[in-house]
């Protein structure tokens, strides 16, 4: 039985697949599975799969990220998963350093890393609002995520606890999950930066339209969901406010009269 699932999604990433799988491939720390799960590739991602024998490949429809990581986890057998974007990179001590954080702090479930912004293939450096912070941080991730999935380690019990990644969200699927997981275990930071996140191409799911109506989507399951204390729900609903305020005026600007007025009474339900 492995210590760590790594588990990696993809779809139609040919042409960078194989950095990742490698860079998995080069990790100091060997107790792990490396599960990879092609969401219904039409691209040469199959072909290159084939070349790894020491790796599971999961093949399936395509049915999105969400779908393709709790694949992934339910193949996998390790104690902690660790899930590795197809287009992100670690660096090779990742593995060894958080497993070597659990052993030392045996009562934490969850915990990640720094990383390196790339974007265009230029070194970034992320603004202050994307500075990760460590340990109870559900009320700082409330406005964005700020928890990577390449950058995360955790207990897989946790993990089936809180039902895995919503598949009904093509996207912001990781800042849902991190509500669930965050208001009640805390993510501690490893301050050391070990993986790359790399961004800039066109098929990012974070170029998606819309964003904050899924992220409204996640806030109101959260708010529902009787597991937030009352500073918790306070502020959930304050953040709830401004992002439907937002969306709203949006509609409004592309006279989508009936959805704007939606989003303007939305957060009074919960008050």
Request: with cysteine; hydrophobic share 35%.
């Amino acid at each position: 039985m492995p210590l760590i699932s790594v588990i990696i999604p993809t779809y139609n990433r040919g042409w960078i697949i194989e950095e990742a799988i490698e860079s998995v491939l080069s990790q100091i720390f060997t107790d792990f599975e490396l599960i990879v799960v092609d969401d219904g590739s039409t691209d040469n991602t199959p072909d290159i799969l084939k070349s790894y024998p020491e790796i599971k490949v999961i093949r399936q429809k395509n049915r999105g990220v969400s779908a393709a990581r709790n694949t992934g986890v339910k193949a996998s057998k390790g104690k902690f998963v660790a899930f590795l974007d197809s287009d992100d990179l670690w660096l090779p001590e990742k593995l060894q350093k958080q497993a070597s954080f659990f052993e030392e702090n045996p009562s934490a479930k969850i915990c990640q890393t720094e990383e390196i912004w790339v974007r265009n293939g230029v070194r970034v450096n992320p603004k202050k609002k994307h500075l990760k912070p460590s340990r109870m941080i559900f009320e700082k991730c409330l406005e964005l995520c700020l928890v990577s999935p390449s950058a995360v380690m955790i207990s897989r019990e946790v993990f089936d606890e809180a039902d895995g990644f919503d598949e009904t969200l093509p996207a912001c699927e990781d800042y849902d999950l991190w509500l669930r997981l965050t208001c009640k275990y805390p993510v501690f930071l490893i301050s050391k930066p070990l993986i790359i996140k790399r961004g800039g191409h066109e098929d990012q799911l974070s170029k998606m339209p819309c964003l904050d109506k899924f992220r409204i989507k996640s806030l109101v399951k959260i708010l529902k969901s009787g597991e937030l204390n009352p500073q918790q729900y306070r502020a959930a609903i304050a953040t709830l406010s401004r992002k439907c305020h937002i969306y709203a005026t949006g509609c409004e600007k592309r006279k989508r009269h009936d959805e704007a007025r939606y989003y303007r009474d939305l957060p009074a339900k919960f008050e």
